[in-house]
């Protein structure tokens, strides 16, 4: 059975004034499709332990829903003790916390390259692929040099109106780096795949990045 690596961001908040972390759909949905469709799923972090939540992913409705998938947030692995060999794909929610640990994690940046480099799996949604910021790999290349790909733009970041708290625009840092950054309308779902890299562009297409994701692996 193909195992999938989840990594989750540990940080909760923006500043004293802004609590954020883990976009509940963005993990919820796609650790559902991975389990439907008979895939083993590991839920790993920086840090392990309990994953906050951003408050704004949560309303009744769907704390409810995923009542049974939420467990799974309350005691992530460590992701520097697991052994990347034993994972097909590597996926990455989003959520604002991930713009504020990711980016540094060393240990983040050497799965990823690990997965590139074995030709496998990787996949990210809305703020998710701010765990590419910074990786590169074992050629001295920017991990998303040349990939075509999306996620949560510029425009959906001013209007959340966020932006000016953000360490970096994530559109921006990723075209800086090389990247084919490819967005549809604001808060429209929309997924680009580009051979073993999958990516979402912002909640409204968490469903359809783990539908793609699947097909690839």
């Known amino acids: 059975m193909k195992k999938i690596l989840m990594v989750l961001t540990n940080a909760s908040k923006i500043d004293d004034e802004h609590e954020t972390g883990l976009w509940l759909s963005?993990?919820?949905?796609?650790?559902?499709?991975f389990?439907?469709?008979?895939?083993?799923?590991?839920v790993a972090s920086?840090?392990?332990?309990?994953?906050?939540?951003?408050?704004?992913?949560?309303?009744?409705?769907?704390v409810e829903k995923w009542k049974g998938i939420t467990k799974e947030l309350d005691q992530t692995l460590v992701l520097s003790q697991l052994n990347v060999n034993e994972y097909s794909g590597i996926f990455l929610p989003g959520g604002h916390g991930t713009m504020f640990d990711l980016p540094d994690s060393a240990e983040l940046q050497k799965a990823l390259a690990h997965f590139a480099e074995s030709n496998k799996a990787i996949g990210a949604v809305c703020h998710g692929?701010?765990?590419?910021?910074?990786?590169?790999?074992?050629?001295?290349?920017?991990?998303?040099?040349?990939?075509?790909?999306?996620?949560?733009?510029?425009?959906?970041e001013q209007q959340t109106g966020l932006d000016s708290l953000m360490?970096?625009?994530?559109?921006?840092?990723?075209?800086?780096?090389?990247?084919?950054?490819?967005?549809?309308?604001?808060?429209?779902?929309?997924?680009?795949?580009?051979g073993k890299f999958v990516t979402g562009q912002n909640p409204q297409s968490s469903q359809s990045t783990a539908e793609a994701f699947v097909k690839v692996l």
């Open 26 to 33: 963005e993990f919820a949905e796609p650790y559902e499709e």
């Open 167 to 194: 360490p970096f625009l994530l559109e921006t840092k990723l075209r800086e780096q090389g990247a084919q950054f490819e967005k549809s309308e604001a808060w429209s779902d929309h997924v680009m795949t580009d």
């Open 129 to 156: 692929p701010a765990g590419f910021v910074g990786t590169k790999l074992s050629t001295g290349k920017w991990l998303v040099e040349g990939k075509s790909l999306t996620g949560f733009t510029n425009e959906e």
């Open 35 to 42: 389990k439907n469709q008979g895939f083993e799923v590991d």
């Open 46 to 62: 920086l840090k392990g332990g309990r994953i906050p939540l951003d408050p704004n992913s949560l309303d009744d409705e769907n």
